[in-house]
């Protein structure tokens, strides 16, 4: 995972998730939210604007294009690498989301929660789709605009803890008690003990006795 702002004061935030069927997902995942990263912090180096589609597109190309790499070196498949990419970018009151595969953002207008980008499952049950896929990728990408006081971006292993199986919406009490500390902080940036926190919670008994799924959540505030 990847969160970072950058010199432009864009919000920067990537979830990827190895499939656990794959060999070298763990990997893949890495060098997937690293070349995204990278990519990020290069466009905000030269201007403000939001990545236009076909950047996006470029940047997974050359992810794609190092896992193929990768891969002849094992003498295996790319699909040996494969993981999923859920991928914020805020400039202001302008979003721009990333998504292969499932997991899912939501973001905070106000005092509700609603989902801006929704899990997508695959033609079987607990399957997706991942950035590895041939030939192309089901690569999702959605603007949203408005004035946003918060995100959350996460992998499949919170979904069902944390959204309504029918609709896919944000269960809000979850969400308005784990961000609670984050508003609360007096200072910008990422705070070591609120994540150390974050941390012992997804990995406790409360979580994992309802889900044996790798966990990734990211939380943001802006109040």
């Not at 690498?81 to 302008?94: E, G, H, I, R």
């Not at 919406?169 to 974050?198: C, Q, V, W, Y």
């Given at each position: 995972m990847s969160c970072f702002m950058t010199s432009s004061e864009a919000l920067c935030a990537i979830v990827c998730d190895g499939a656990g069927s794959a060999q070298f997902g763990g990997e893949g995942a890495s060098v997937l939210a690293r070349t995204m990263s990278q990519s990020l912090r290069e466009h905000f180096r030269v201007g403000r604007a939001l990545p236009e589609d076909d950047d996006v597109w470029s940047w997974l190309d050359s992810a794609r294009?190092?896992?193929?790499?990768?891969?002849?070196?094992?003498?295996?498949?790319?699909?040996?690498?494969?993981?999923?990419?859920?991928?914020?970018?805020?400039?202001?009151?302008?979003?721009?989301?990333?998504?292969?595969?499932?997991g899912a953002i939501v973001a905070r207008p106000g005092e509700t929660w609603e989902t801006i980008s929704r899990p997508e499952n695959g033609e079987f049950a607990s399957t997706t789709y991942f950035a590895t896929d041939d030939p192309m990728p089901r690569l999702r990408l959605a603007r949203h605009e408005?004035?946003?006081?918060?995100?959350?971006?996460?992998?499949?292993?919170?979904?069902?803890?944390?959204?309504?199986?029918?609709?896919?919406?944000?269960?809000?009490?979850?969400?308005?008690?784990?961000?609670?500390?984050?508003?609360?902080?007096?200072?910008?940036?990422?705070?070591?003990?609120?994540?150390?926190?974050?941390?012992?919670?997804l990995r406790g008994p409360k979580v994992c006795d309802k889900t044996d799924d790798d966990k990734t959540l990211l939380l943001l505030s802006s109040r």
């Open positions: 294009d190092r896992l193929a790499v990768a891969a002849e070196r094992r003498e295996t498949t790319r699909r040996a690498f494969a993981s999923t990419l859920v991928m914020l970018v805020a400039v202001a009151d302008k979003i721009l989301t990333a998504h292969i595969g499932d408005g004035k946003w006081m918060g995100f959350a971006v996460f992998s499949d292993g919170i979904e069902n803890l944390v959204l309504d199986h029918r609709n896919d919406a944000p269960h809000k009490p979850f969400f308005n008690t784990m961000i609670a500390p984050i508003d609360a902080l007096n200072e910008p940036g990422k705070d070591a003990r609120l994540s150390s926190a974050l941390a012992a919670f």
